[in-house]
Protein backbone atom coordinates (compact mmCIF):
# COMPACT_ATOMS: atom_id res chain seq x y z
CA UNK A 1 0.00 0.00 0.00
CA UNK A 2 1.28 3.30 -1.27
CA UNK A 3 -0.06 6.55 0.39
CA UNK A 4 0.03 10.10 0.09
CA UNK A 5 -0.78 13.42 1.70
CA UNK A 6 -1.87 16.68 0.84
CA UNK A 7 -3.60 19.79 1.22
CA UNK A 8 -1.27 21.21 3.95
CA UNK A 9 -0.61 25.19 3.57
CA UNK A 10 -0.36 27.93 5.51
CA UNK A 11 -3.31 29.33 7.74
CA UNK A 12 -4.13 31.80 10.18
CA UNK A 13 -5.11 30.90 13.56
CA UNK A 14 -8.79 29.95 13.44
CA UNK A 15 -8.78 29.00 10.19
CA UNK A 16 -9.91 25.79 8.76
CA UNK A 17 -7.87 23.10 6.10
CA UNK A 18 -8.74 19.58 5.41
CA UNK A 19 -5.74 17.10 4.84
CA UNK A 20 -6.36 14.04 2.16
CA UNK A 21 -4.68 10.41 1.54
CA UNK A 22 -4.82 8.88 -1.68
CA UNK A 23 -4.24 5.15 -1.15
CA UNK A 24 -2.96 3.05 -4.22
CA UNK A 25 -1.58 -0.43 -4.57
CA UNK A 26 -3.01 -3.56 -2.43
CA UNK A 27 -5.37 -1.07 -0.57
CA UNK A 28 -7.79 -4.53 0.36
CA UNK A 29 -5.11 -4.57 2.91
CA UNK A 30 -5.65 -1.44 4.53
CA UNK A 31 -8.11 -1.02 6.99
CA UNK A 32 -7.54 1.36 10.05
CA UNK A 33 -6.07 4.46 9.32
CA UNK A 34 -4.53 7.02 11.27
CA UNK A 35 -3.12 10.68 10.89
CA UNK A 36 0.04 11.67 12.81
CA UNK A 37 1.77 15.12 12.91
CA UNK A 38 5.35 15.73 14.11
CA UNK A 39 6.35 19.23 15.03
CA UNK A 40 10.22 20.30 15.26
CA UNK A 41 11.64 19.37 18.13
CA UNK A 42 9.30 17.00 19.40
CA UNK A 43 8.42 13.23 18.78
CA UNK A 44 5.73 11.94 16.00
CA UNK A 45 2.28 11.89 18.10
CA UNK A 46 -1.17 10.63 16.24
CA UNK A 47 -3.79 13.34 15.90
CA UNK A 48 -6.81 10.90 14.65
CA UNK A 49 -7.43 7.44 13.48
CA UNK A 50 -10.81 5.67 11.76
CA UNK A 51 -11.72 2.52 11.10
CA UNK A 52 -12.78 0.91 7.70
CA UNK A 53 -16.28 1.75 7.67
CA UNK A 54 -15.90 4.69 8.86
CA UNK A 55 -18.34 4.62 11.65
CA UNK A 56 -15.44 3.89 14.48
CA UNK A 57 -12.83 7.35 15.15
CA UNK A 58 -10.77 8.11 18.10
CA UNK A 59 -9.07 11.46 18.34
CA UNK A 60 -6.32 12.92 20.64
CA UNK A 61 -7.97 15.06 23.04
CA UNK A 62 -5.54 18.26 21.67
CA UNK A 63 -8.02 18.29 18.57
CA UNK A 64 -11.15 16.61 19.56
CA UNK A 65 -14.30 18.80 18.78
CA UNK A 66 -11.70 20.34 16.00
CA UNK A 67 -10.53 17.92 13.40
CA UNK A 68 -12.74 15.62 12.04
CA UNK A 69 -11.21 12.21 10.45
CA UNK A 70 -13.18 10.95 7.45
CA UNK A 71 -12.75 8.44 4.28
CA UNK A 72 -14.34 7.72 1.01
CA UNK A 73 -12.92 3.80 0.45
CA UNK A 74 -14.48 3.85 -3.39
CA UNK A 75 -12.27 6.84 -4.06
CA UNK A 76 -9.06 5.13 -1.56
CA UNK A 77 -9.49 8.20 0.08
CA UNK A 78 -9.33 9.27 3.86
CA UNK A 79 -9.35 12.75 4.94
CA UNK A 80 -9.01 14.87 8.16
CA UNK A 81 -10.98 18.09 8.49
CA UNK A 82 -8.96 20.65 10.72
CA UNK A 83 -10.89 23.80 12.18
CA UNK A 84 -9.95 26.41 14.35
CA UNK A 85 -6.42 25.79 14.12
CA UNK A 86 -4.08 26.32 16.50
CA UNK A 87 -0.50 27.61 16.57
CA UNK A 88 0.09 24.77 18.07
CA UNK A 89 -1.30 22.51 15.30
CA UNK A 90 2.06 23.44 13.25
CA UNK A 91 3.54 20.33 12.31
CA UNK A 92 3.98 17.74 9.31
CA UNK A 93 1.30 15.93 8.96
CA UNK A 94 1.47 11.96 8.02
CA UNK A 95 -1.46 9.27 7.27
CA UNK A 96 -0.90 5.85 7.78
CA UNK A 97 -2.74 2.40 7.02
CA UNK A 98 -3.02 -0.35 9.49
CA UNK A 99 -4.13 -4.08 8.23
CA UNK A 100 -5.92 -4.76 11.37
CA UNK A 101 -9.33 -2.93 11.62
CA UNK A 102 -8.51 -1.24 15.29
CA UNK A 103 -8.22 1.97 15.55
CA UNK A 104 -4.93 2.59 18.13
CA UNK A 105 -2.95 5.38 18.40
CA UNK A 106 0.34 3.54 18.89
CA UNK A 107 2.17 4.29 15.72
CA UNK A 108 3.70 0.92 15.36
CA UNK A 109 0.47 -0.41 14.54
CA UNK A 110 0.56 0.91 11.27
CA UNK A 111 2.33 -0.92 8.68
CA UNK A 112 2.13 1.65 5.71
CA UNK A 113 2.89 4.91 5.70
CA UNK A 114 3.17 8.49 3.38
CA UNK A 115 5.14 10.90 3.25
CA UNK A 116 4.26 14.09 4.99
CA UNK A 117 2.58 17.06 4.74
CA UNK A 118 3.31 20.42 6.07
CA UNK A 119 0.85 22.26 8.30
CA UNK A 120 1.70 25.96 9.44
CA UNK A 121 -0.90 27.86 11.73
CA UNK A 122 0.61 31.43 11.61
CA UNK A 123 -0.63 34.96 11.55
Known amino acids: VQLQAFGGGLVQPGGSLRLSCLAS????????VGWFRQAPGKEREFVAG????????LYADSVKGRFTASRDNAKNMVYLQMNSLKTEDTAVYYC?????????????????WGQGTQVTVSS
Open 25 to 32: GRTSSMRA
Open 96 to 112: AAARSNTVVSGSLSYEY
Open 50 to 57: IGRSGVTT
